[in-house]
């Protein structure tokens, strides 16, 4: 039994060695990811993610998210070889640098399409992965806060099922206690949130999401990140404006009814 965990250790090695100097890496693009793909290296970095070693995970975890990056037939060949449910589980590992490849992954494996990020969704990842929004590693916070962006993009439904797990206060608080490109994705999932409906919209302005956009709006520097904050305000302040204009038409016609 030991030789064949020191045989599966060894062929996990020796695969990530090959993907590092062979094809120099799937991050670069389509076609290299393709080119691992097709050597049939994904069930094995699947295996990868399993072993004891951390060095080992968090390299098949990173290949794994370049791998799912660039195209949805790629990503789907990561989730055919049963990536996300194993993924899903090593969210809550302590160890930060495996959690950033982690959530890059499932990032890139949810930001392709609605069916992806179901999928995703269907592994119980929330409401186990909101308190990876305070982690004190940078790099976990902005890669789960973009998981949940990228999940919240898609449609109301999935927008709706990270409100119900708390998802948009948590977020609302990861905007207050962050800063710069770290704060980007937060803005974006509340803007993405309140785009969606009314209900949506009302759920983040309820929150107070739109008083910390205001004040990301105020503090940031950077253009784009002032843009992102606009815009998210843009969507929220839609429907706030619409609602105070029913409520002035509802006081004014009541006050017309008392006084007549």
Not at 36 to 53: H, K, M, R, T, Y
Not at 101 to 122: G, T
Not at 154 to 177: C, F, K, R, S, W
């Amino acid at each position: 039994e030991a030789d064949g965990i020191n045989a599966e250790y060894g062929v996990c090695t020796d695969l990530i060695h090959g993907i590092n100097a062979e094809y120099g890496i799937a991050r670069h693009n389509a076609q290299l990811a393709q080119s691992v793909v097709d050597s049939g290296a994904v069930p094995l970095l699947v295996l990868c993610i399993q072993e004891p070693e951390l060095s080992l995970k968090r390299i098949a975890a990173s290949a794994l998210s370049d791998i799912s990056k660039h195209s949805p037939e790629l990503a789907q060949t990561v989730v055919d070889a049963g990536a996300i449910a194993h993924l899903a589980h090593l969210t809550l590992n302590p160890d930060a640098k495996l959690k950033r490849q982690v959530f890059s992954a499932l990032s890139q494996i949810s930001k392709h399409s609605v069916e992806l990020a179901e999928m995703v969704v269907e592994a119980e990842i929330f409401p186990n992965i909101l308190t990876c929004l305070k982690d004190t590693d940078e790099y976990v916070k902005k890669n789960c806060a973009t998981l949940i962006r990228e999940i919240a993009k898609h449609t109301p439904e999935l927008a709706q099922l990270i409100v119900n797990a708390g998802g948009v206060a948590a977020v609302i608080d990861y905007v207050g206690d962050s800063v710069g490109n770290v704060r980007l994705p937060g803005i974006m999932m509340l803007g993405y949130v309140a785009a969606h409906s009314e209900n949506l919209a009302m759920a983040v302005i309820v929150s107070k999401g739109v008083v910390q956009l205001a004040i990301a709006l105020q503090e940031e520097q950077e253009d784009h990140i002032q843009a992102a904050a606009a815009w998210a305000l843009g969507q929220a302040g839609d429907i706030l404006q619409n609602t105070l204009k029913q409520l002035l038409k509802l006081t004014s016609y009541q006050h017309s009814y008392s006084v007549i």
